[in-house]
Antibody, heavy 115, light 109 residues
Framework: EVQLVESGGGLVRPGGSLRLSCVVSGLNVSLNYLTWVRQAPGEGLKWVSLMYTSGDAHYADSVKGRFAISRDNAKQTLYLQMHNLRAEDTAIYYC??????????WGQGTLVTVS | SYVLTQTPSVSVAPGETARIACGGNNIGVKSVHWYQQKPGLAPVMVLYHDSDRPSGIPERFSGSNSGNTATLTISRVEDGDEADYYCQVWDSRSDHPVIFGGGTKLTVL
């Protein structure tokens, strides 16, 4: 069974930093793409960042230059380092993986509040 | 970048058929995936590759994709189907490959 468990969310001041973690079990993080998706209160799903198996990383324009995605294959863990946080970054952050072009496996999410 | 458009809300009586549309330029050539999200929970994939159902998803959920519109169809709607539904595609040629529609709130009357 595939499981993704996020942690690291919390309350942070504007301009502050936070690092999210996502521990993955049931699939090999080095062989599957991993992505972060966020959902602001009352809003829809928004893609944040993606790491391909090659290590190539992509970011939404709204977070480029402030967020950094990384993974530790040995620890089966995906990270999202967030700097210079803004009120509009307030959201539930989901760690997601999939096969091909679909997002098959979702974590339960971790709430980040910037205030 | 590629844009997906969904109607914000759809209402249907129990037992009827709900159709949720996802519009995009020539979306028929892309694989469309659908997610169901109930309040306070993470999204769950209900269809992938336009019309394939993951294990555990009822046969009442079906999909189609042609031209500029993909459609999620829920037959014999039940109270438990009330949720937000999102379509998603992957644009492999883009630096922003994961694209979601804005979501449709399905209300069961």
């Amino acid at each position: 069974e595939v499981q993704l468990v996020e942690s690291g969310g919390g309350l942070v001041r504007p301009g502050g930093s936070l690092r999210l973690s996502c521990v993955v079990s049931g699939l090999n993080v080095s062989l599957n793409y991993l992505t972060w998706v966020r959902q602001a209160p009352g809003e829809g799903l928004k893609w944040v960042s993606l790491m391909y198996t090659s290590g190539d990383a992509h970011y939404a324009d709204s977070v480029k230059g402030r967020f950094a995605i990384s993974r530790d294959n040995a620890k089966q863990t995906l990270y999202l380092q967030m700097h210079n946080l803004r009120a509009e970054d307030t959201a539930i952050y989901y760690c997601v993986s999939g096969r091909g072009t679909s997002l098959d496996y979702w974590g339960q999410g971790t709430l980040v509040t910037v205030s | 970048s590629y844009v997906l458009t969904q109607t914000p809300s759809v209402s249907v009586a129990p037992g009827e058929t709900a159709r949720i549309a996802c519009g995009g330029n020539n979306i028929g050539v892309k694989s469309v995936h659908w997610y169901q999200q109930k309040p306070g929970l993470a999204p769950v994939m209900v269809l992938y590759h336009d019309s394939d159902r993951p294990s555990g998803i009822p046969e009442r959920f079906s999909g189609s994709n042609s031209g500029n519109t993909a459609t999620l169809t829920i037959s014999r709607v039940e109270d438990g189907d009330e949720a937000d539904y999102y379509c998603q595609v992957w644009d492999s040629r883009s630096d922003h490959p994961v694209i979601f529609g804005g979501g449709t709130k399905l209300t069961v009357l």
